[in-house]
């Protein structure tokens, strides 16, 4: 039978398994016998349908346990109501999926598997990446998988205690209950001093909090898990995954930036004191305020949250980013239990099936804005083209895995980072308020007052660099501590500690009160933003070189689709910003930016200014925006708006824009 199967193999099946076949073995099937070369096409097409069967059904299974276990983590996050939703379900959708992931013969088929293809075929690419998925996963310790699930358990209750905290502060001798986004906003522009005492004393609480149930457990059971399976500690464990090395690489380049920037920080923090009335203005719930507490006031008008769904689209359509028929919901405001951080996630990550079909991605994403508070308006924006520049990232790549668009390991945390800071950095540039700072009246933001904010902020920008690295040093001390010496109080020393170094004293936001520290997907991450951010000052130096301007430039999303996003974590992070911008990543760009002058600096973007807001007088264009996707704004469980609903962005938008109308400025 396998003789007559042989003889009567056709051309065209011939043609199809060419493509399988690097060109060196088809040279050597032409030289051979015409029925040796037919075994061989044989036992190829074999081998053909085995990697396919493998990277299909490795696709097919991840997306289905990936997709169950991200719908738990929005619902118990964002506190539905739907009795599907529970910390308990949470803990087991998590567990099955790192199971499959972690699942030692995968890896061994995958590398038995590699040893059969071609090393330049699209298979061997998948393969690569399947290999070095499992190998993020596998813990060949029984004592290490023990005590993962020990660290998963802890986390679970300890986040289930953390989301019914009771946050707030006492003003005016009765207590005011605020979310953490809430504190932070009136520590920051509050302009009595004793609320902003207050509010910070607030956010110090749940340090107290989190020390007291469960943390210090779960930062021990989580070195011990790292320590069994051979590396340093819990941070060398995240770091090594995530980026491809370890956490002694990781800090050689930070301890550069840090070092590089500790002068500028420490005449910063003398230059604040001597301009507003001595030491007092550097208390933590002094700095933010006086730094540009009353400009932020001066420009809220001109950043209503309620156009900022619209203005995120305008923007996002001027640069050609377009989601590639994603549908996306969005949970934008704050609300009592809900997640006090946002985040982006995809319960259906992007990819190209074994037919070439393309999957959209299915996006969630949240803020936490009061439409109501001053300032809210700015920071929620912010964060909404923070947020919306991942949707976009994951939405665009285009590989043929799920498994090269999770946001997990291998997938690097600077890689992800660096394309939401990148696209959240316009809402400080001139030329994009000139634009989109618009009040609800219509009425642009004026010069006069952009210069007010870069003269009262960018002498200070430091403190946010120096705010920024604080985190990964704090975990890296932490992480490092004795077991014995892990204790509630120390850690809260700690704390303290690498505040007041780092940062020069102790910190608005305190590091307690971050919330990437507590959770598993988040520990050890935050050094993700800062080599980020790093990329980010050498990316907006390569798009100011090369054409100008970023803000409305339409190369930027074509640009940055190709060079950042499409390959998904199939490239190292470090390549990928080489290869765009024609250099290794370092922070000169970054240190460039902080030395430039406050005259300098002022000269460049009145220029910027002035020419966006020509070109905006001119154009009086009202038509649709297309982003390629559904939108969905929720608040919980309801939908506020939809554009499959209301037929057209701007139709939600304007839903979205009536309801906080309606529910937030009519008090």
Not at 111 to 126: G, Q, W
Not at 478 to 502: C, G, H, Q, R
Not at 631 to 643: E, H
Request: charged content about 25%.
């Amino acid at each position: 039978m396998k003789v007559v199967l042989k003889a009567f193999l056709s051309a065209q099946t011939l043609l199809q398994t060419a493509s399988f076949l690097s060109p060196s073995v088809l040279s050597s099937a032409r030289r051979l016998p015409s029925s040796v070369a037919l075994s061989s096409s044989i036992g190829t097409m074999t081998a053909h349908t085995e990697v396919n069967a493998f990277i299909d059904d490795t696709n097919t299974s991840y997306e289905r346990l990936h997709r169950a276990f991200e719908l738990q983590f929005w619902g118990t996050k964002m506190a539905l109501s739907g009795p599907q939703y529970s910390t308990e379900e949470l803990t087991r959708t998590k567990s099955e999926m790192e199971a499959f992931l972690a699942d030692e013969s995968k890896l061994a088929k995958t590398r038995e598997l590699l040893k059969i293809v071609p090393a330049d075929s699209h298979h061997a690419k998948t393969l690569k990446m399947l290999e070095r998925t499992f190998r993020c996963y596998i813990m060949e310790s029984e004592e290490a998988k023990a005590l993962r699930g020990e660290a998963m358990k802890i986390e679970g209750q300890l986040e289930a205690a953390r989301n019914k905290l009771s946050l707030g502060a006492v003003i005016d001798g009765k207590f005011e209950e605020m979310s953490s986004v809430g504190l932070r906003n009136k520590v920051r522009v509050d302009p009595d001093e004793n609320v902003r005492k207050a509010c910070y004393e607030g956010l110090t609480k749940i340090g107290d909090f989190v020390t007291e149930n469960g943390f210090v457990e779960l930062v021990k059971v989580r070195n011990r898990m790292a320590k069994a399976l051979g590396y340093l500690d819990f941070y060398d464990y995240k770091v090594t995954n995530a980026e491809g090395f370890g956490k002694i690489a990781l800090f050689e380049i930070l301890d550069t930036l840090e070092k590089g920037t500790r002068p500028i920080m420490e005449a910063a923090r003398k230059r604040f004191a001597e301009e507003n009335g001595g030491d007092d203005a550097l208390e933590p719930w002094n700095l933010s305020f006086k730094m540009a507490g009353d400009v932020t006031r001066r420009m809220d008008p001109y950043f209503p949250f309620s156009k900022s769904v619209e203005m995120w689209g305008r923007s996002f359509a001027a640069m050609n980013i377009g989601y590639r028929g994603a549908t996306m919901d969005l949970d934008l405001l704050d609300r009592k239990g809900k997640y006090s951080n946002g985040f982006c996630h995809w319960p259906q990550p992007a990819w190209v099936k074994s037919d070439g079909s393309f999957q959209p991605s299915v996006t969630h994403f949240t803020s936490l804005a009061d439409p109501s508070a001053v300032g809210s308006g700015y920071t929620g924006l912010t964060t909404l083209m923070h947020e919306a520049g991942h949707a976009a990232h994951f939405s665009n790549i285009e590989m043929p895995s799920p498994l090269f668009s999770q946001e997990r390991s291998p997938t690097s945390v600077a890689y992800a980072e660096l394309q939401s800071m990148f696209l959240d950095s316009l809402v400080g540039d001139a030329d994009w308020m000139a634009k989109y700072a618009i009040s609800k009246d219509g009425e642009a933001i004026p010069w006069d007052l952009i210069a007010d904010k870069i003269k009262a902020t960018h002498p200070y920008k430091v403190f946010a660099l120096r705010g920024m690295i604080a985190v990964p040093y704090f975990e890296k001390a932490l992480y490092e501590m004795p077991e014995e010496d892990v204790t509630a109080e120390s850690i809260k020393a700690l704390a303290d500690t690498v505040e007041k170094d780092i940062q020069g004293g102790l910190s608005p936001r305190p590091l307690l009160s971050v919330p990437h520290v507590l959770s598993d997907e988040a520990s050890c991450y935050y050094h993700g933003y800062v080599l980020a951010e790093m990329g980010v000052h050498q990316t907006r130096e390569y798009f100011l070189k090369r054409d100008g301007f970023i803000a409305d430039n339409p190369k930027v999303g074509p640009t940055i689709t190709e060079a950042y996003w499409k390959p998904g974590n199939s490239e190292p992070f470090l390549d990928l910003v080489e290869n765009l911008t024609g250099s290794p990543l370092a922070g000169q760009a970054w240190i460039n930016m902080l030395k430039q002058s406050v005259e300098d600096l002022l000269k460049e973007e009145k220029v910027a200014y002035d020419k966006k807001r020509a070109e905006s007088n001119a154009d009086s264009s009202c038509d649709d925006i297309d982003l390629n996707m559904r939108i969905r704004i929720v608040d919980g469980d309801d939908v506020l708006a939809d554009t499959a609903v209301d037929g057209s962005f701007l139709a939600t938008c304007n839903r979205f824009e009536n309801y906080v109308q309606e529910r937030f400025m009519k008090k």
